[in-house]
T-cell receptor, first 118, second 109 residues
């Protein structure tokens, strides 16, 4: 149980285009999902917390107009990188909390999406 | 500020034991996680400690001392497949995970 999927697993796009990444909880409901970014040889950096039915909470320094997050259902959150540039090339990972488990704060991670902007 | 410290890199021999330390200073504490991350993959959950003491799970054990702001991950009977980065993360008072930079573990035959 507690499986999180991400799509696509990797994507190459041209500078200036937009890319959408999907994060799905397959066998549980998740009112809260998290989006992370990880550059080579660095740790995870939390970008934003996605809450079902409300606006995402962005971490300091993350542009909300560039990284659009939509959490329209209890099993799906999407991250859209708008007007992507080469410096946005990174490994994007989502995680989700099982909202059906009381007092459970464990995060289940998706497999990640590797974005390369040329 | 919030801070998680762990060694950048460690090397150990196949079949041996290795201990990876993690010290933390956070605003509040709601548990400490250890994750394993192979290169190019997402982290996978290893352990969760919220009370002081040792939690054993097969070849892996995790220890926590809240008064010292200290944890370690102990790996026994090391196998080549254990070569990975090990991430320490603390859940703060807002239930947000604060991540360490990770310890790259290199296993040699």
């Amino acid at each position: 149980g507690a499986v999180v999927s991400q799509h696509p697993s990797w994507v190459i796009c041209k500078s200036g285009t937009s890319v959408k990444i999907e994060c799905r909880s397959l066998d549980f409901q998740a009112t809260t999902m998290f989006w992370y970014r990880q550059f080579p040889k660095q740790s995870l950096m939390l970008m934003a917390t996605s809450n079902e039915g409300s606006k995402a909470t962005y971490e300091q320094g993350v542009e909300k107009d560039k990284f659009l997050i939509n959490h329209a259902s209890l099993t799906l959150s999407t991250l859209t990188v708008t007007s992507a540039h080469p410096e946005d090339s990174s490994f994007y990972i989502c995680s989700a909390r099982d909202s059906g488990l009381a007092d459970s704060y464990e995060q289940y991670f998706g497999p990640g999406t590797r974005l390369t902007v040329t | 500020g919030q801070n998680i410290d762990q060694p950048t890199e460690m090397t150990a021999t196949e079949g041996a034991i290795v201990q990876i330390n993690c010290t933390y200073q956070t605003s509040g504490f709601n548990g400490l996680f250890w994750y394993q991350q192979h290169a190019g993959e997402a982290p996978t959950f290893l352990s969760y400690n919220v009370l002081d003491g040792l939690e054993e799970k097969g070849r892996f054990s995790s220890f926590l001392s809240r008064s010292k702001g200290y944890s370690y991950l102990l790996l026994k009977e090391l196998q080549m497949k254990d070569s990975a980065s090990y991430l320490c993360a603390v859940m703060d008072s807002n239930y947000q995970l604060i991540w360490g930079a990770g310890t790259k573990l290199i296993i040699k035959p």
